[in-house]
T-cell receptor
Framework: DTGVSQNPRHKITKRGQNVTFRCDPISEHNRLYWYRQTLGQGPEFLTYFQNEAQLEKSRLLSDRFSAERPKGSFSTLEIQRTEQGDSAMYLC?????????????FGEGSWLTVV | QQQVKQSPQSLIVQKGGISIINCAYENTAFDYFPWYQQFPGKGPALLIA?????SEKKEGRFTISFNKSAKQFSLHIMDSQPGDSATYFCAASGKTSGSRLTFGEGTQLTVNP
């Protein structure tokens, strides 16, 4: 049973450095989502892809954040010039193609600590 | 703008008791309402979900009650067990939002043995 896979699971970086997270969705899921979750809060939507097209970006996704899904399979989320406020868990999720109300499956998350 | 409001923030229940968590939404375009369970250090896992064409859905010990006119829905956990201790999130999505989920703030449930 291969679920949504995220790497690395934990990343500690110095302020100002760039970091990249990778997400491998469930096979044949054409939709892929990135969320951010801080302690004590619910996940907040960042962006989503349908196949390789990035269809929506949240206002939370500043210019320092960029996400790609080049071949409609895995995705990367890059954060440039990290700030302490970027410390959070970055969740990737995927869902199969339906009209609406998809079951969205989350990965285990990638924890980012900016020191 | 918080579109899904969840209460209570925390809940303590005795083993065997009923846990009830409530959510209210604002966006009438929402048409899918899932509940997620999250253990510390893990990603959220789908527990149960409902669409507005039914007022109740039950899966094992978990039941969603849905009130479309009041724009509210709730999760009931019957015969609560210590293993149910986790954080629960309600969420909502709609056709116009690309199925992206808007989450509530979460409820930390503790079931005492």
């Amino acid at each position: 049973d291969t679920g949504v896979s995220q790497n690395p699971r934990h990343k500690i970086t110095k302020r100002g450095q760039n970091v990249t997270f990778r997400c491998d969705p469930i096979s044949e899921h054409n939709r892929l989502y990135w969320y951010r979750q801080t302690l004590g809060q619910g996940p907040e939507f960042l962006t989503y892809f349908q196949n390789e097209a990035q269809l929506e970006k949240s206002r939370l996704l500043s210019d320092r954040f960029s996400a790609e899904r080049p071949k409609g399979s895995f995705s990367t989320l890059e954060i440039q010039r990290t700030e302490q406020g970027d410390s959070a868990m970055y969740l990737c999720a995927s869902s199969p193609p339906t009209i609406s109300g998809n079951t969205i499956y989350f990965g285990e998350g990638s924890w980012l600590t900016v020191v | 703008q918080q579109q899904v409001k969840q209460s209570p923030q925390s809940l303590i229940v005795q083993k065997g008791g009923i846990s009830i968590i409530n959510c209210a939404y604002e966006n009438t375009a929402f048409d899918y309402f899932p509940w997620y369970q999250q253990f510390p250090g893990k990603g959220p896992a789908l527990l149960i979900a409902i669409r507005p064409d039914v007022s109740e859905k039950k899966e094992g010990r978990f039941t969603i009650s849905f009130n479309k006119s009041a724009k509210q829905f709730s999760l009931h956990i019957m015969d609560s067990q210590p293993g149910d201790s986790a954080t629960y999130f309600c969420a909502a999505s709609g056709k116009t939002s690309g199925s992206r989920l808007t989450f509530g703030e979460g409820t930390q449930l503790t079931v005492n043995p």
